[in-house]
Structure formats: C-alpha cells, structure tokens
C-alpha cells in the first residue's frame, strides 16, 4: 500500500491510496472463513461450508467491505502519524457502492484547520471594566433576600405584593349586587393584585383592610385572559371571557410577606454555617456576592472584546470551504448560504482551537466534575437551599455526568472558562472601574 499526499492548498490535501491485491486478501479469506465457521448456510453443516462456495456466495461483498476497512484505517492512520489538523473526517472524492478486486486507487480530501500564529502576551493591552457595587445596590440586594428566606403571614393592612382573600359578587350596572340566578358569587376568593395587569385596578386595593370592600373589574384586572379569569372567579373558561361587569370583594384577610430578621438564624440559611456573624459582615459578604454576580459581565465584556480583536487579526484566514461545505452543508437546500451564514463561527472556532493549543489548555476529569458541584449547588442556592452537605451535591453532579450530552457541555464550559482565564492572567489587563450605567453604555457600543 502506498499514500501520497497531494497540498492542494495550504488547508486543502489530498490523500491517495494504491493497493494491491496483497494489502486484503489475507483479511478478506480469513472473514469468509469465519462466515463458514459461525453462520448456518442451507444445504451445508456449519464449519462445513467449502471456501469455493463461501467465496462465491460472500466473496464480493466482503471484499468490498474489507478495502474500505483497510484503506479508510490507512488514511486515519497516516493522519494521526502525520500529526494533520484535521476538520472533521476524511472525505472520499468518489464512494463507490461495490468495489472490485484487484491493485486500483481511492482518493480523499482533508480539510485543515488554518495554524495560525497567535499566542497572547503580556505586550497585549485590552480594557477591563469592573462594576462598582453601590450602597444602593446592597440595600436592594438585602430586601430581596431578606423577602425571599422571610414568610407569609396574616396582615392588618395591604401591601404591594399582599394577598387578598375574601368574598366576590357580581354587579349589575347600577352598583347594586346582582342576586339573579345565574349571578357569579365566589366564597373563597382569591386575589393577587400585584399581577393584574391594569394597574388601576390593582391601585384600588391600595390601604385595604380585613372588613372592606373593593369594587373592582375582574375582566380589565387580567386584561380579558379568559384563563386568569376563570381561575379567579371560579367560573367555566369558555366564556369568562364574556364577564366583564365589576364585582364587589369583601376582604377577610389580607396575607403579606414579612422579610426575614437580621440574625444568626437568617445568616446561616444564606450563606451557610458560621460563615457571617453579624449586621456589618453580612452586608460585606452580600456587596461579594454582588461584585461576583456582576463580575460575569466584566468577564464576558473581555471576551466579546477580545474575540473581536481576534478575527479583527485572524478573519482574514484562507478556510477549505469547499470541502467544509461537503462536509457539514451537504444536506443544506443552498450549502454556498448556509456555509456563509456560519463562516464566521467556523473561523472563530478555529482561533478558539489555536489558542487552547498555543496556550496548552487541557481538560481532567476532577475539573468537570467541580463545574457539575457547582452548578448544582447553585441550582440548590437558587431555591433557597444553601449550604447543602457535599456529599449530596456530589451525588446529584454524578448523576448528571452521566448523561452524555451533559458531561460534553460542561466539558466544553471547564475548557472555555480555562482558556479566557489563561487569556485573562497573560495578557495586560487596564482595569478600570465604573458605574452600572456607564458599564451598560459601554457594553452596547461593543
């Protein structure tokens, strides 16, 4: 068997391959044989089968099966010994159904990935924004959770997202209570006026009491959604959408959110275990929290700038598009739209493999697996749920990594967030910090 290797261009090669008849034969007779040894034919007992007969039988399409076996196993092989970047598989310039015996030659395009010369330094200077974190951004921060760990409880007057219950009767135009039969009267109502979407009508509950009334209009309160309505008024959905007279509701109790009191108790449920002690140490540690939340912009700024500036220098690279476009577009209706529509993708992947190969970015398996316990563990803080024991965070990572899609994604993610991170410690960095608005200002005009 011979290969020669044919550089049609500087990312285009063709490989092709000769061989003889003594580069299959061997293989071919030694399958035929296990075909007479393991398979029952008519007419003959098993392992009784004479070669002629197999051969005349088989002979053809095993053959066929086994040259492309030995030839497309050459092809990687000369691949992998050559150390040749690859895109994708080697592609067969003619596929041939049945292939005939005898010496002949079979051809393969391979598209290469561009080696571009790109390693980051120190000498690179790209902007770095960091957002500052405001008193007032603490306080919000502290509301929002102190409502979010508080509790729902009976109330002697309405809040904003207080809960209304009581009874609803239905009006006739006149204001009076409509004691037809037929009229709509709800014992048990529920009402949560904060959602409706007429905030008119969300305003006249505004100071309530257990003990008053409220007139108001169901059908402009959810904007005539027969399904809000239905729920509401305890009525069938096909035609709630039909009520649109006002009600009177009877408050008889009002349920509103208390936010959780500052203390030990509080400080454990968020952050966990003798991690905050006190007013000014939960404060400190609720600005981290935020300057960590809103760091993930700055982080993702950098990228977006530093892609930019990426195919900025690289997009300009000569791409084997033909052969991408046979390889990944050949089922498009138009492969020529749809492989520009990703071309630029294409090359950014490519920058993307350059670096983690100029910077020599790996993958263990340990660092998936922090990324799978931390992603649960913050699924968990979601919920309210902080400070979960490790080992049950361990168990439910270890139960999704054994998906495989999901251990290939978060793969990918350990190897992204590492390489913008080597990127982030090897070039200069000119940090500087500013506000929320000006960060949004800058943001957009990237």
Do not use: C
């Not at 071919?28 to 007419?43: M, S």
């Not at 092809?75 to 050559?82: A, K, L, M, P, Y």
């Not at 700038?305 to 577009?329: H, N, R, S, V």
């Not at 990918?412 to 608005?437: G, M, R």
């Amino acid at each position: 068997m011979k290969i020669t290797k044919d550089e049609i261009s500087p990312v285009d090669v063709r490989l092709t391959v000769a061989i003889d008849e003594n580069d299959y034969k061997d293989e071919v007779t030694k399958k035929l044989k296990e075909i007479g040894r393991t398979h029952a034919i008519p007419g003959f007992r098993k392992g009784h089968v004479p070669f002629g007969e197999l051969k005349r039988r088989f002979g053809k399409q095993m053959t066929s099966d086994v040259i492309n076996d030995v030839v497309y196993r050459a092809v990687v092989n000369f691949i992998d010994e050559n150390k040749l970047p690859v895109m994708g598989h080697p592609l067969p310039v003619e596929v041939k159904e049945v292939i005939e015996d005898g010496n002949q030659e079979f051809k393969y395009d391979l598209a290469l990935i561009p080696q571009l010369d790109v390693k980051p330094s120190a000498d690179d200077h790209y902007p770095f924004y960091e957002i500052e974190v405001t008193e007032e951004m603490i306080d919000e921060q502290d509301k929002n959770m102190r409502k979010r760990f508080g509790k729902q409880e009976p109330g002697q007057e309405m809040t904003e997202d207080g809960v209304v219950k009581g009874t609803l009767m239905q009006l006739n135009e006149d204001g009076s209570i409509n004691s037809n039969e037929g009229a709509i009267q709800v014992t048990d109502g529920i009402v949560f006026p904060l959602y409706f979407k007429d905030k008119e009508e969300t305003a006249k509950f505004a100071g309530k009491k257990p003990g008053d009334k409220v007139v108001f209009n169901p059908w402009k309160a959810a904007a005539g959604d027969a399904g809000e309505l239905a729920s509401m008024l305890h009525i069938d959905k096909n035609i709630a959408a039909d009520v649109k007279s006002d009600f009177e509701m009877t408050i008889s109790e009002i349920i509103v959110s208390v936010p959780a009191e500052l203390g030990e108790e509080y400080y454990k449920m968020v952050f966990g275990e003798d991690k905050v002690h006190n007013e000014e140490e939960y404060r400190a540690a609720v600005k981290e929290m935020i300057a960590g939340e809103l760091s993930q912009n700055s982080h993702i700024l950098f990228r977006n700038q530093f892609d930019k500036a990426m195919m900025e220098k690289y997009g300009d690279m000569q791409l084997p598009a033909e052969t991408i476009k046979k390889l990944f577009f050949a089922d498009a209706e138009n492969p020529d739209e749809a492989y520009k529509a990703q071309e630029n993708g294409i090359k950014h992947e490519i920058i993307e493999t350059n670096l983690l190969k100029a910077l020599d970015i790996k993958v263990e398996a340990d660092e998936v697996m922090q990324m799978a316990k931390f992603l649960t563990s913050r699924q968990f803080a979601q919920y309210g749920m902080a400070g979960i024991d490790d080992e049950i965070i361990t168990r439910y990572a270890k139960e999704q990594l054994e998906k495989p899609e999901i251990r290939q994604q978060l793969t990918q993610q350990v190897l992204t967030s590492k390489l913008y991170d080597t990127i982030e410690k090897t070039v200069a960095l000119d940090k500087k910090t500013v506000s929320l608005d000006d960060f949004k200002k800058i943001a957009q005009e990237a």
